[in-house]
T-cell receptor
């Protein structure tokens, strides 16, 4: 299947700093990527849909100024957590459609953010 | 609004047992349904994708069925092994390719 890579896999930062997480489709082009957030022992919550060359679409309740998404190319989407606070600590996972007719989504390995 | 529910939330079985994980969804107007596996602290591994026109998919010891009219899917795991221990997530595709996830079933297979 298609491969999606995230970087970094884990990051620790101080409160008030900004953190950028990258999501890359390694062997296919992805016009649309999705960003999810997962709290411990909970399921994945869709945060936003990232569209190449246009603004991201955010789900209700997700602050677009807090979670900046940029999809500058067909293989890269970035999520920047701005002015991070401890409550932003979470597991962030991206996904992308593999481009085939089935519409199957493939997921990155996830990025663990800890804000001190 | 689509809601996805998985039962049970947790399951512990001895090695070798066959088991069934259940997933239900409230809106039958789905495109596809996908089952994933998630190990602790890791991302998601796709197990099976069932397209809306299909009723089941099989891969090795795994078999997933889909009944859109009743809003249900099941994941059948045959001859369970300790390596099958993980959280299993069911997710349905709505319009626009958005995936809506269930809460997951945490499976523990005891040797």
């Amino acid at each position: 299947g298609a491969v999606v890579s995230q970087h970094p896999s884990w990051v620790i930062c101080k409160s008030g700093t900004s953190v950028k997480i990258e999501c890359r489709s390694l062997d296919f082009q992805a016009t649309t990527m999705f960003w999810y957030r997962q709290f411990p022992k909970q399921s994945l919550m869709l945060m936003a849909t990232s569209n190449e060359g246009s603004k991201a679409t955010y789900e209700q309740g997700v602050e677009k100024d807090k979670f900046l998404i940029n999809h500058a190319s067909l293989t890269l989407s970035t999520l920047t957590v701005t002015s991070a606070h401890p409550e932003d600590s979470s597991f962030y996972i991206c996904s992308a459609a593999g481009g085939d007719s089935k519409g199957e989504l493939f997921f990155g390995e996830g990025s663990r953010l800890t804000v001190l | 609004k689509q809601e996805v529910t998985q039962i049970p939330a947790a399951l512990s079985v001895p090695e070798g047992e066959n088991l069934v994980l259940n997933c239900s969804f409230t809106d039958s107007a789905i495109y596809n349904l996908q089952w994933f596996r998630q190990d602790p602290g890791k991302g998601l591994t796709s197990l099976l994708l069932i397209q809306s026109s299909q009723r089941e998919q099989t891969s090795g010891r795994l078999n997933a069925s889909l009944d859109k009219s009743s809003g249900r899917s099941t994941l059948y795991i045959a001859a369970s092994q300790p390596g099958d221990s993980a959280t299993y997530l069911c997710a349905v595709y709505n319009q626009g390719g958005k995936l809506i996830f269930g809460q997951g079933t945490e499976l523990s297979v005891k040797p």
